[in-house]
């Protein structure tokens, strides 16, 4: 809609009531998108999700009934002459609804609310998947403990899940207070240095869904994101095969320049790898760095060229990372060859 400056309902006076429409159409429509969107509350892919959509649902809906009968009795006491009128008006009819109403709609739904929360705190099962989730600025490493073969098997900024099965999510900080959230699947949890929280959730549907960190923790809270894929199990099996195996050998000459290089720039320090020497704890493990969903959690998309521009550019893409812009530590050469060499790590 290319309306200059101004809005319509603004320019021309007589066309406010459209403009207001047309604002509530706008409303709508971008609530409607957000039930579509891979990071929404109404959108829930598992029990727990539901559980608060049901709430959100009651609310909204309730409220806006009551807003409109509200506004009902208002308009036929302001603005008619009807029989109706009096009774509105007269003290009894204020006392039962502007008191004994929603004293009772209140209670009824702290009821109901308590109830809810019971149901969001009690474990579904006794033995559930467990992830420990580290929050650093500003990205996400991710274990899990009974999984790898000898120690926990170490990812970053992607969790992922069979559908069916509870997961609890262990939230630990190494450094300033982050928060997990992933609405599609569940409330927040606070990330707190020297505290331990616990959450738990399941999907009941494969996909996958984003989350991000609800806490602000510095400069780039706002991209500290990750996705959480939830596999149907036989496939989350495979998954877990793959995910295991160490770094795959270089292929070819130009691949095997990209792992030297790698190593040369110091990477290594600060990034391990299964499979190969380098063990840095610093950053994310870059064992399987080729086969996730994103790059420098959430930022950017994952593929050669966004891995080449990151390692280039880190700070330009999130200054106050911790992560160093290598362009003038690397040849043209070199960082293309490792942006190759880390791609191919599956
Ligand atoms: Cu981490 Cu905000």
């Not at 009531?17 to 429509?29: F, K, Q, W």
């Not at 699947?185 to 494969?206: C, H, Q, S, V």
């Not at 989350?236 to 160490?246: I, K, M, S, T, V």
């Not at 790698?262 to 493990?285: L, S, V």
Request: aromatic share 8%; proline share 6%.
């Amino acid at each position: 809609m290319k309306e200059g400056p101004h809005p319509a309902g603004v320019r021309h006076g007589r066309c406010r009531a459209s403009g207001t429409i047309a604002n509530l159409a706008v409303a709508a429509a971008l609530l409607a998108g957000c039930g579509e969107s891979p990071q929404s509350v109404l959108d829930p892919h598992g029990p727990d999700a539901e559980l608060v959509h049901n709430i959100t649902r009651v609310l909204f809906i309730g409220g806006t009934v009551i807003f409109l009968l509200t506004m009902a009795c208002v308009g036929t006491v302001v603005f008619t002459r009807w029989k109706l009128r009096e009774v509105l008006g007269s003290r009894r009819s204020i006392l039962v609804m502007g008191i004994v109403f929603p004293a009772l709609a209140l209670a009824a739904l702290l009821v109901w609310t308590l109830d809810i929360a019971r149901a969001l705190v009690l474990p579904r099962s006794a033995e559930p998947m467990r992830i420990e989730m580290i929050g650093w600025q500003f990205w996400w490493e991710v274990r899990y403990p009974d999984l790898g073969s000898g120690g926990a098997l170490v990812a970053a900024n992607e969790i992922h899940i069979p559908v069916g099965r509870e997961v609890e999510l262990v939230a630990i900080s190494k450094d300033v207070i982050h928060s997990v959230w992933i609405p599609a699947l569940r409330g927040k949890i606070d990330m707190i240095p020297g505290r331990t929280n616990r959450i738990r959730f399941m999907a009941n549907r494969p996909g996958v869904v984003r989350g991000q960190c609800a806490e602000y923790c510095g400069a780039q809270h706002a991209l500290m994101a990750f996705y959480v894929v939830a596999h149907p199990p036989e496939e989350f099996d495979r998954w877990l095969e793959q995910e295991r195996r160490p770094a795959p050998a270089p292929s070819t000459d130009f691949l095997a320049l990209g792992q030297r290089a790698f190593g040369t720039a110091g990477c290594g320090a600060c990034h391990a790898i299964r499979g190969t020497e380098w063990t840095g704890g610093y950053g994310p493990d870059l064992t399987h760095v080729g086969s996730r969903l994103s790059l420098a959690a959430g930022a950017l998309d994952n593929h050669r060229g966004t891995l080449g521009g990151w390692i280039a550019g880190a700070q330009d893409i999130k200054p106050g990372n911790r992560m160093p812009s290598f362009n003038s530590v690397l040849t043209g050469e070199e960082l293309r060859a490792v942006a190759a060499w880390l791609e191919s790590l599956k």
